[in-house]
């Protein structure tokens, strides 16, 4: 069993950054990809980014080079930085995680968190 808990949502003027962190219970020695999702209101959950543990990384086009996904091994963590923020970012944001490769998963993860809201407005 994997339990994840994200934190370092909040509220951001357009331009602004936040950096999410999610920890889990167990990372590199259960996990083969993590991932981090969002979901905004009346639209269906979208991935954001993921990767594998070979620190291969995917993003999704609408990232357009504002956020980075990053990971610090010894603390179980993962990382999003995300700057320049837009209006349309606002969305619960989930951290995911599976034993699977992440070529096989398909969004399908196994284990995630209970999100952390982002909310980017004037």
């Known amino acids: 069993q994997v339990q994840l808990v994200e934190s370092g949502g909040g509220s951001v003027q357009p331009g602004g950054s936040l950096r999410l962190s999610c920890a889990a219970s167990t990372y590199t020695s259960s996990t083969s990809c993590m991932g981090w999702f969002r979901q905004a209101p009346g639209k269906e959950r979208e991935m954001v980014v993921d990767i594998d543990n070979y620190g291969r990384k995917r993003y999704a086009r609408f990232v357009q080079g504002r956020f980075t996904i990053s990971q610090d091994n010894a603390k179980n963590t993962l990382y999003l930085q995300m700057n320049n923020l837009k209006p349309e970012d606002t969305a619960m944001y989930y951290c995911?995680?599976?034993?699977?490769?992440?070529?096989?998963?398909?969004?399908?993860?196994?284990?995630w968190g209970q999100g952390t809201q982002v909310t980017v407005s004037s």
């Open positions: 995911a995680a599976d034993r699977r490769p992440c070529r096989v998963i398909d969004g399908q993860y196994n284990y």
